[in-house]
């Protein structure tokens, strides 16, 4: 396959990847594969992924800032919280395989999935508070590990915790999500930089089509609001975790 063809088909996937991270979450489950199929390792795979995470919630950030949705300070002390467990899982995962943890992930969106159709009353429309309860420093740091070792549905994770946790409205939670991810996966990618686990041909490739994709769903979020985010995410979640338990 040549590098033209390889490239494209990168930048496809990535779009579609960013789009699907910022609406919801799971694009990892596309870009990893892909990755594979194009030649690279699992454990290099997962450090050339950290590119386009980088670069798709760079972009997204910039768009939810343009569009006046940002609390710097809340979204930068949440990002704090995840990074120790971040580096450990980083490091974790350059010597273990992610089986295990994918199944664990399954019937944790599943759990999301019930809990997206229950009605929760109590959530505000955009209102927040820079306290942030015990459960949510307990569960960011669960959530940093994660990202660390794996990436792949981080997002619904994060969704979860910010919406059931500290009861926000899903645009706010979509706000804080990509600055939330977008920080921690700095220390993840120096980890698998530094032990030589990067390709930056098609790292390059893929994060062009990430950052395309997360800046049109981040203004489609906010103009087509809450319904349209929990939509998505239900729709995507159940198709994660299908793929994840091994039903298709």
Do not use: C
Not at 4 to 15: D, H, K, M, N
Not at 82 to 98: E, N, R, V
Not at 169 to 197: D, E, Q, R, S, Y
Request: aromatic share 12%; no cysteine; glycine share 10%.
């Amino acid at each position: 396959m040549s590098d033209l063809t390889s490239a494209l088909i990168l930048f496809g996937v990535g779009a579609v990847s960013g789009f699907m991270n910022v609406v919801a979450g799971g694009g990892s489950s596309l870009t990893l594969p892909a990755l594979i199929f194009l030649g690279l390792d699992s454990t290099v795979a997962n450090g050339t992924n950290r590119i386009a995470v980088i670069m798709q919630n760079v972009s997204a950030v910039y768009a939810f800032k343009r569009e006046k949705y940002q609390q710097f300070g809340l979204s930068m002390k949440l990002s704090l919280i995840t990074l120790p467990g971040t580096i450990a899982g980083a490091f974790f995962a350059l010597s273990i395989g992610d089986e295990l943890f994918e199944k664990i992930l399954g019937i944790i969106m599943i759990g999301v999935i019930i809990s997206m159709v229950i009605p929760n009353p109590k959530i505000r429309s955009n209102e927040s508070s820079d306290k942030i309860p015990w459960t949510v420093h307990l569960s960011m740091f669960g959530i940093g590990f994660y990202g660390g070792f794996i990436q792949v549905g981080i997002g619904f994770m994060i969704m979860a915790a910010l919406q059931y946790l500290m009861k926000l409205n899903l645009i706010i939670v979509n706000m804080h999500k990509v600055f939330i991810v977008l920080i921690l996966t700095i220390p993840a990618f120096v980890v698998f930089l530094i032990t030589g686990n990067i390709n930056w041909q098609f790292g390059v490739s893929l994060a062009a089509g990430n950052a395309f994709g997360a800046w049109w769903a981040a203004k489609l979020s906010i103009r087509k609001g809450e319904s349209f985010i929990k939509t998505a995410l239900i729709v995507t979640v159940f198709i994660m975790a299908l793929k994840l338990l091994d039903v298709f």
